[in-house]
């Protein structure tokens, strides 16, 4: 099984920069994809960007061109670079593997205030 430990989410005002962070640990398959989804509150999980081991990406529209999804596959960890914030990126940004099976993180907060 994969573990997951998420890290950077926070409070940030429109227009800053966050960084988030996804380590995974455990039985890792070569081959997989790692990615980050957003839930707003009452609404669905939604995918905002992913990146296969390969480093093939994939992003939602609302967020081309403002966040970049990066992997360092050396040290199991995928990385969302989040500038240009804005009010509806606020949510709980939830980190994803998938290989042979799936994992959730638990999730982590990010909040943007104007």
């Known amino acids: 099984q994969v573990q997951l430990a998420e890290s950077g989410g926070g409070l940030v005002q429109v227009g800053g920069s966050l960084r988030l962070s996804c380590a995974a640990s455990g039985i890792i398959f070569r081959i997989n994809v790692m990615g980050w989804y957003r839930q707003a509150q009452g609404k669905e999980r939604d995918l905002v960007a992913v990146i296969t081991s390969c480093g093939n990406t994939n992003y939602a529209d609302s967020v081309k061109g403002r966040f970049t999804i990066s992997r360092d596959n050396a040290k199991n960890t995928v990385y969302l670079q989040m500038n240009s914030l804005k009010l509806e990126d606020k949510g709980v940004y939830y980190c994803?593997?998938?290989?042979?099976?799936?994992?959730w993180g638990q999730g982590t907060q990010v909040t943007v205030s104007s």
């Open positions: 994803n593997y998938m290989s042979n099976y799936e994992k």
